[in-house]
């Protein structure tokens, strides 16, 4: 199972040729970097984790900043493995959406919402100045 990592950047619409207004949501993907290579030999699974969005030093504890080290690259906010990985690859690799998907293949996007709990209901129906 391929994989890449990416970010919500936000909302448009494009306009088909019926001038069909239809709602896209844009994605930044890539590039991913290799931050470490799991074996069977030595983890029990064969499994590669990326990083992707950089992340200042300061903010990077010290366990983490020699992960990142030894994979010679700089400190990542977002680190996800992937099982099975198609390509073989090698510690401190970049990926880039070009290098995994082609035009017209189907992609499975997750994501996570904010979660923001009351908050919606109470500006939907304007009960914060009750």
Do not use: W
């Not at 983490?64 to 700089?74: I, V």
């Not at 992609?107 to 908050?119: E, H, N, V, Y």
């Amino acid at each position: 199972m391929s994989g890449i990592i990416g970010k919500k950047i936000g909302m448009t619409s494009v306009f088909n040729a019926e001038g069909k207004s239809i709602g896209c949501t844009l994605i930044q993907a890539g590039p991913c970097v290799v931050t470490q290579v799991k074996t069977e030999d030595t983890d029990g699974y064969k499994a590669i984790q990326l990083g992707f969005d950089e992340k200042k030093e300061k903010a990077t504890d010290k366990a983490s900043a020699g992960h990142f080290k030894k994979a010679k690259t700089t400190p990542k906010r977002k680190l996800v493995e992937f099982k099975e990985f198609t390509k073989d690859l090698n510690l401190g690799d970049t990926i880039a959406l070009a290098d995994i998907f082609v035009e017209g293949d189907f992609l499975d996007a997750i994501g996570t919402s904010k979660g923001k709990g009351f908050q919606g209901v109470v500006k939907r129906h304007g009960f914060a100045g009750v």
